[in-house]
């Protein structure tokens, strides 16, 4: 089949037909990956997390999502932890407007979040910190190794702005077994 039929063909291409169309090389693991998937697509419904290892974690103890977004994800034995601002869950306000008051918030609402996975402060094997001053660095890392006491793995950085206005963010990977 030349180049020119093999564009036509992914073109006119149909749901269900699409695996066939793309010109690759497929295992049967990769085929019924791509089934499956095509299947899911082809419906709104969430996909089982017996099925594919993902589960979406969500605690009302911890901020809500506020967008197109979970607050974690649990897959392949670890969670995925969407970045956590210092909103007060109660009441959907930021709490604190120093750096230390708003980081504790912030490793509250973590904490809830891996409670809620079954997993714990001990188990984040990665950190990501977001500072919206590198200044407030000290103060924050103070609040920050109260917390993560097995010193995971982190990259911290100073943004140009977080959502809200708040002064820190971080989010976690933790294992879950």
Request: aromatic share 6%.
């Amino acid at each position: 089949m030349s180049k020119k039929e093999k564009e036509k063909k992914v073109k006119k291409a149909k749901k269900g037909e699409l695996l066939e169309a793309i010109p690759t090389v497929h295992t049967p693991e990769l085929e019924e990956y791509a089934r499956k998937h095509e299947k899911m697509a082809e419906s709104d419904d969430r996909p089982e997390s017996e099925e594919d290892g993902l589960s979406v974690i969500a605690t009302s103890k911890a901020p809500a999502a506020i967008g197109p977004y979970s607050q974690a994800i649990t897959a392949g034995g670890f969670l995925l932890a969407s970045g956590q601002i210092p909103i007060d869950p109660r009441t959907g306000e930021i709490d604190g407007e120093d750096i230390r008051t708003q980081a504790k918030r912030v490793m509250k609402n973590i904490g809830k979040i891996l409670k809620k996975a079954g997993t714990d402060y001990a188990h984040v094997v990665k950190t990501t910190c977001f500072l919206a001053d590198m200044a407030d660095f000290a103060a924050f890392n103070e609040v920050y190794g109260e917390y993560f006491t097995g010193k995971p793995a982190r990259s911290c950085v100073a943004v140009k702005e977080i959502p809200k206005g708040v002064l820190c963010e971080v989010e976690v990977i933790a294992w879950i077994g």
